[in-house]
C-alpha cells in the first residue's frame, strides 16, 4: 500500500485526483478531435511550399490534414525527384556509350527505360512513406507541412542510391 502512494503521488500532480487527470486529458484530445481539420481549411495546390516550421496563418494554408493528400504529395515529391536522378543516370549512360557504334542504336530507349523504372520505384517508395506518414499525423490529430512530403521525398532517394552500392565487409 504505501508503494502505491507514492507511485500515485510521482505520477500525478497531488490536487489533481487520477480520475481528474483522465477527464481533463480525454476532454483536450477531444476538443482537439473536433477542431481537426479546421472549418475554413482548404488542401493546398501542389507544391505549395512553405518553409516556416508552423503554419500560422488562419486558413492553414500551408498544412496536409488528410492522408489523401499527404500521401499525394509524398508520391509525387518522390516521383519528381526520382525521376532527375535517373535521367542523371540515362544522361550519364549515353555519354559514356556515345563513341561506341553498336549502342547508338538503342541508346535513345535509355532515357525511356530508366523512366519507367523510376516511376515504379517512387510509385511503391512514395505510397509506403506517404501512408505512414499520413497514419501517423492522424493519429495525433497533427497537420503537416507542404514540405515534409519533399524531405521525404530527398530521403526516399537517398535510400535508392545508399541500396545500390554493395557493401563488402561482414554484413
Same mark, same amino acid.
Do not use: E
Given at each position: 500500500?504505501?508503494?502505491?502512494q507514492t507511485?500515485v503521488?510521482?505520477?500525478?500532480?497531488?490536487?489533481?485526483?487520477p480520475a481528474?487527470?483522465t477527464?481533463?486529458?480525454t476532454?483536450?484530445? *477531444? $476538443?482537439?478531435?473536433?477542431?481537426?481539420?479546421?472549418?475554413?481549411?482548404? #488542401?493546398?495546390s501542389?507544391p505549395?511550399?512553405?518553409? $516556416?516550421?508552423?503554419?500560422?496563418?488562419?486558413?492553414?494554408?500551408?498544412?496536409?490534414? =488528410?492522408i489523401?493528400?499527404?500521401?499525394?504529395? #509524398? !508520391?509525387?515529391?518522390?516521383?519528381?525527384i526520382?525521376?532527375? &536522378? =535517373?535521367?542523371?543516370?540515362?544522361?550519364?549512360?549515353?555519354?559514356m556509350h #556515345?563513341?561506341?557504334?553498336?549502342?547508338?542504336?538503342y541508346?535513345?530507349? &535509355?532515357?525511356?527505360?530508366?523512366?519507367?523504372?523510376?516511376?515504379?520505384?517512387?510509385?511503391?517508395?512514395?505510397? !509506403? &512513406?506517404?501512408?505512414?506518414?499520413?497514419?501517423?499525423?492522424?493519429?495525433?490529430?497533427?497537420?503537416? *507541412?507542404?514540405?515534409?512530403?519533399?524531405?521525404?521525398?530527398v530521403i526516399? !532517394?537517398?535510400?535508392?542510391?545508399?541500396?545500390?552500392? #554493395?557493401?563488402?565487409?561482414?554484413?
Open positions: 500500500l504505501p508503494s502505491c507511485r503521488s510521482t505520477t500525478f500532480r497531488a490536487d489533481v485526483s481528474d487527470y477527464h481533463r486529458r476532454t483536450a484530445m *477531444s $476538443q482537439r478531435a473536433r477542431n481537426y481539420p479546421p472549418d475554413n481549411y482548404n #488542401t493546398p501542389f505549395s511550399i512553405n518553409w $516556416q516550421l508552423r503554419d500560422l496563418t488562419d486558413d492553414h494554408r500551408w498544412s496536409l490534414f =488528410h489523401s493528400d499527404i500521401w499525394r504529395f #509524398t !508520391v509525387l515529391w518522390t516521383t519528381i526520382y525521376a532527375v &536522378v =535517373h535521367l542523371g543516370a540515362a544522361a550519364i549512360t549515353i555519354a #556515345t563513341n561506341k557504334r553498336g549502342s547508338l542504336t541508346i535513345w530507349a &535509355v532515357p525511356l527505360l530508366y523512366l519507367i523504372v523510376s516511376g515504379v520505384q517512387a510509385l511503391v517508395a512514395g505510397s !509506403v &512513406v506517404g501512408l505512414i506518414l499520413g497514419a501517423v499525423y492522424n493519429a495525433g490529430f497533427f497537420s503537416m *507541412s507542404t514540405w515534409i512530403p519533399l524531405l521525404w521525398g526516399n !532517394v537517398l535510400v535508392l542510391i545508399i541500396a545500390s552500392f #554493395t557493401i563488402q565487409g561482414g554484413l
